[in-house]
C-alpha cells in the first residue's frame, strides 16, 4: 500500500463550474477525512466517513459541497457552482480508528 | 470551539541553532499530536503525546505534554535545512476528528 492517493494534484476550474475530487485511502484504513486547507491556516474539518457512513459533517460544508463513500473503500468530494472563496487546498486523510491520520498529497483548487 | 494556538507564527533560524515551538489551549485535550507539512504536500504525523508531562523524542526533535494537558511544546536541536516546513499541532474535538492550529512556519537557512 503506497499511503493515501488523491486525484487530481492541482485543478484550475471557471467560476460556476463543477469539481469532482477523488481520494483512496489506505486499504485497511476504515475512517476517511476531508479538509480544507487555505495559505497560512491550518487544515479546517470538513467530513468524516466511517466505513461508507457519512457520520459528521462540518458547517463548512455549504450545500454546494457533496462527498461520498460509496463501498466504504474510496471517496469523491464535488463542489458545485464554483466560486472563488472555494481555491483552497483539499485534504483527504484516513485512520484506523482513532489513530493519528495518514494524509494525502492534496487537491490544490484555483476557482478563476 | 476548542482553540489551538500556536507560537510564534513565523520563524526564521540559522542552520544549527536551536527552536522552541508551543501550542497553547484554554480547553484539556486527551491527546495532542504534532505535524510537519512541506509545501505542496499534506501533514505528515510526527508524534501523539497522551500523558500530563510527556515527553517524547525523535532524534533532534523533543516533544513535552504540559502537566495540565492544555499545553504542548516542540523543540528541535541543531536545526537543519531538512527541517524546514509548517508545524502543526493537532487535538480531538468532541466529535470524531481533529482541529488543527494555524501552525509555525520555519525555515531553516543554510
Known amino acids: 500500500d503506497t499511503g493515501v492517493s488523491q486525484d487530481p494534484r492541482h485543478k484550475i476550474t471557471k467560476r460556476g463550474q463543477n469539481v469532482t475530487f477523488r481520494c483512496d485511502p489506505i486499504?485497511?484504513?476504515?475512517?476517511l477525512y476531508w479538509y480544507r486547507q487555505t495559505l497560512g491556516q491550518g487544515p479546517e474539518f470538513l467530513t468524516y466517513?466511517?466505513?461508507?457512513?457519512?457520520?459528521?459533517k462540518s458547517r463548512l460544508l455549504s450545500d454546494r459541497f457533496s462527498a461520498e463513500r460509496p463501498k466504504g473503500s474510496f471517496s469523491t468530494l464535488e463542489i458545485q457552482r464554483t466560486e472563488q472563496g472555494d481555491s483552497a487546498m483539499y485534504l483527504c486523510?484516513?485512520?484506523?480508528?482513532?489513530?493519528?491520520?495518514?494524509f494525502g498529497s492534496g487537491t490544490r483548487l484555483t476557482v478563476v | 470551539t476548542q482553540l489551538l494556538e500556536q507560537s510564534p507564527q513565523f520563524l526564521s533560524i540559522q542552520e544549527g541553532e536551536n527552536l522552541t515551538v508551543y501550542c497553547n489551549s484554554s480547553s484539556v485535550f486527551s491527546s495532542l499530536q504534532w505535524y510537519r507539512q512541506e509545501p505542496g504536500e499534506g501533514p505528515v504525523l510526527l508524534v501523539t503525546?497522551?500523558?500530563?508531562?510527556e515527553v517524547k523524542k525523535l532524534k533532534r526533535l523533543t516533544f513535552q505534554f504540559g502537566d495540565a494537558r492544555k499545553d504542548s511544546s516542540l523543540h528541535i536541536t541543531a536545526a537543519q535545512p531538512g527541517d524546514t516546513g509548517l508545524y502543526l499541532c493537532?487535538?480531538?474535538?468532541?466529535?470524531?476528528?481533529?482541529?488543527f492550529g494555524t501552525g509555525t512556519s520555519l525555515t531553516v537557512i543554510p
Open positions: 486523510a484516513s485512520s484506523l480508528g482513532g489513530g493519528g491520520y495518514t
Open positions: 486499504s485497511e484504513h476504515n475512517r
Open positions: 503525546v497522551v500523558t500530563g508531562g
Open positions: 493537532a487535538g480531538p474535538t468532541t466529535g470524531n476528528q481533529f482541529y
Open positions: 466517513f466511517q466505513n461508507e457512513a457519512q457520520l459528521e
